[in-house]
């Protein structure tokens, strides 16, 4: 079952697999299953919509072959042809004045797909490379912008008839305008109309009023845990241990892993006599292990962005945004 990368770069390329390619017998006998190239990977195969369009396949939402029966169920029908063409993988289109044009499309859902990603990465023309940076899909042409892929949302209407629940209202019946289409000139690839803009990453914002009330503490704290930090035993598993079990037991939780609710961790902060102030005093020690040795000013300054996002986030002082 060998993975190969074909880079087809060019309309007659793929209709010369097409055409040299028998089709497959056995079960998908007469469906006109022809593989790109290894023929026990039959599903990643080439299919002729007309003398002037051919699509790259691997199997899924689209496929009228090979489905995905979870979603479709044995007896559903078919995609249509247009929506095949429009969410397949790779979509190769001769025009009417001589133009050549070839259409990528990520995986369809929010979640991670990686046969498609492999898919796209062995079979996008010469010239063309397929970038995964921090979870996110691009396409580069030569040397040029890295070209956001989104994730597709559109999927066959016959799908979205059949299912309403609640983790399906991600699914859209018209194109989500997803895909990215590039103009053939020789061995060069320029994109067609406009770029897919790349989402912004989520923004951490701090309440900075609700954190100003425990200023006062939130420092003294600091201070407090600096003069205690050489002498907890935070290198002792059992000592560590039994501090995070004070923690849980404390506010009623099971298991291993301790995770303080924020309105306790600011009364921690707030309450000298507190009996968890030892406790998260260790789980910051831990953690952070500068406060142990602090040799200069900028380990000072270390130290106290540190403590800061520690305490942002125990204490429950900062949310997450959309970009």
């Known amino acids: 079952m060998a993975i190969t990368y074909e880079r087809i770069s060019s309309f007659a390329e793929v209709e010369s697999i097409y055409s040299n390619t028998k089709p497959m017998r056995g079960k998908n006998k007469g469906k006109d299953v022809r593989p790109i190239a290894d023929r026990a990977r039959d599903h990643e195969r080439v299919k002729k919509i007309s003398a002037n369009c051919y699509l790259l396949m691997n199997g899924g939402y689209y496929d ?140 951490i914002l701090v309440n900075k009023k609700q954190k100003a009330k425990y200023k006062d503490a939130m420092t003294g704290y600091l201070e407090w845990i600096s003069a205690m930090a050489p002498m907890l035993q935070v290198d002792d598993w059992k000592y560590r241990s039994e501090m995070g079990r004070q923690i849980r037991e404390f506010h009623n939780e099971s298991g291993y892993y301790h995770k303080i609710p924020p309105k306790l961790m600011r009364d921690v902060v707030m309450k000298q006599n507190h009996p968890l102030r030892l406790a998260m005093a260790v789980d910051f020690v831990s953690h952070y292990g500068t406060i142990r040795n602090i040799q200069s000013q900028a380990d000072v300054a270390q130290v106290r962005a540190e403590f800061n996002r520690w305490i942002n986030k125990h204490c429950g002082f900062t949310k997450t945004v959309k970009g």
């Open 64 to 203: 009228d072959v090979f489905k995905w029966y979870f979603y479709n169920g044995r007896n559903a029908p078919n995609p249509t042809q247009a929506e095949m063409m429009a969410l397949a993988p790779i979509c190769w289109k001769r025009h009417k004045d001589g133009t050549e044009t070839v259409t990528v499309r990520n995986g369809i859902g929010g979640g991670t797909h990686m046969s498609h990603y492999s898919f796209l990465d062995r079979m996008l023309p010469r010239g063309m490379g397929f970038i995964i940076q921090n979870g996110k899909q691009y396409i580069r042409v030569d040397a040029g912008e890295a070209l956001y892929l989104p994730k597709c949302m559109y999927v066959p209407r016959h799908i979205i008839d059949q299912r309403s629940g609640r983790y399906d209202n991600w699914m859209r019946a018209t194109d989500d305008g997803s895909s990215l289409t590039f103009k053939r000139d020789g061995h060069k690839f320029t994109l067609v109309g406009d770029a897919c803009d790349t989402p912004k990453p989520p923004r």
